[in-house]
């Protein structure tokens, strides 16, 4: 035998369910999108290296991006991210765009690491930002279009929360602390690993990055202080304004929250389980420098970025993801002997111009056979039209949901399955 050959390791195989998963997953996300109006566009899935040096990170950059020569000799890499190549398209038509610009987008994006559970080489992405306000009012609707993503998926205000801080106000207080401005990377990139050392190593670790231990105590008080928000215009407003597009109840002020990549500039935020172990959902913020970093004229911009993989591994855990091999068709023609074959493709034919989705089983075999067929496939409604139907120009319609059966005639058979699936719709 043939030796059979894996697919890549960090990516994945998306069979029909799967797809119905990932379709689902796409379309809350395009609903809550669409209800801020906010339009659709992507970029391509490859890039020059450059625009992720310009502000992405040296971790991204030099360890988790896929690099490789084209055939002219320049470094290409494969998507890691969105927000760069949303900065480059906005600068190149800068001049006839029209301000605000609110886009989001889904698609994929790969990353080399290390593949663990929620986490692979391959995954797609919800990137979403709003670009030309400078306001904390823009960056609450953002807060808030992700609150109303979780709202409409089911996961409540008790199991999913969002932390926010902002870097303006980070900032200050720990230039007050006497560290100085040549410092503040460090700091913020030491704050932004607090959580994931113990406090011994990380102590050890802020003084390596020389800060002295009365630096090493004042952060850690601004760490612990929950009210911190209150000394910052800006975080005034904000909350105001979260409050009045009614996403409150998931967002709380974490002055812990940082963000690792190194352009954003005010606001950023984070959603996380509140169960045990608090697995990150998503993350973004303000970027007001991104634009002009890869050649654009200076504008504002606010946004976050949410893989399907560990959302979808949530979702499941909590019974929240749709299940099932979701069938394109609701309706299954039956065929009932090889000398009607051709009056099923008809009849399929005829509800599917009418706009009804319907599949045509693509043999004679056993009747028992295709109505497990249907069932299995999530159909909901079978046709069945043998010789007694045909003489009295009827056909059966069997309803796998509700076990019943009833008989219509040939020409009221679009208009009454037009009918019934609206309805299924609006229930």
């Known amino acids: 035998m043939k030796t059979l050959i894996p697919s890549i390791k960090g990516t994945r195989d998306f069979y029909p369910e799967d797809m119905a998963r990932r379709n689902w997953l796409y379309e809350k996300i395009r609903q809550v999108s669409l209800a801020y109006g906010y339009q659709e ?225 005010a606001t950023v935020f984070e959603a996380y389980e509140r169960a045990a172990g608090g697995r990150a959902i998503l993350g973004g913020g303000r970027y007001d420098n991104l634009v002009s970093d890869v050649g654009g004229a200076p504008v504002s911009a606010v946004g976050f970025a949410m893989g399907d993989v560990m959302i979808s591994i949530v979702l499941a855990e909590l019974g929240l993801l749709q299940e099932g091999i979701g069938s394109g068709a609701r309706v299954l023609v039956t065929v009932f002997d090889e000398t009607r074959l051709a009056a099923a493709y008809l009849l399929a034919s005829d509800l599917r111009r009418a706009g009804v989705n319907t599949a045509c089983y693509p043999e004679a075999v056993r009747l028992e056979k295709q109505l497990k067929y249907a069932d299995r496939m999530g159909m909901r409604w079978v046709l069945i039209s043998g010789p007694d139907e045909e003489a009295r120009g009827l056909v059966t319609v069997k309803d796998l949901k509700e076990h019943t059966q009833i008989q219509l005639g040939y020409s009221d058979l679009a208009q009454v399955f037009r009918g019934m699936l609206a309805l299924e719709r609006a229930v």
């Open 41 to 265: 566009y992507d970029g391509p899935f490859l890039e020059k290296i450059d625009l992720y040096a310009a502000k992405s990170g040296e971790e991204l950059v030099k360890e988790q991006a896929f690099v490789f020569p084209d055939r002219g000799g320049d470094l290409i890499t494969l998507r890691p991210e969105l927000t760069p190549s949303l900065a480059r398209m906005v600068s190149q038509r800068q001049g006839r765009l029209v301000f605000p610009l609110r886009w989001w987008s889904f698609g994929p994006f790969w990353r080399y690491e290390r593949p663990q559970k929620g986490r692979t080489r391959e995954f797609f992405q919800w990137n979403i930002d709003l670009i030309g306000p400078n306001s904390p009012e823009a960056d609450a609707e953002l807060v808030a279009i992700a609150a109303g993503f979780f709202e409409a998926t089911g996961l409540t205000p008790d199991r999913v929360a969002i932390r926010v801080n902002n870097r303006k106000l980070m900032e200050t207080q720990i230039q007050s602390l006497g560290i100085q401005v040549a410092k503040r990377q460090d700091v913020f990139h030491l704050i932004d690993r607090r959580d994931k050392m113990d406090p011994q190593a990380w102590e050890a670790y802020a003084r390596e990055r020389g800060l002295e231990n009365s630096q090493v105590r004042g952060i850690l008080n601004l760490l612990a202080d929950s009210n911190l928000w209150q000394q910052s215009a800006e975080m005034q407003r904000f909350f105001a304004a979260l409050d009045a597009l009614g996403a409150s109840s998931y967002v709380h002020f974490d002055p812990a929250v940082i963000r690792g990549l190194d352009y954003y500039t």
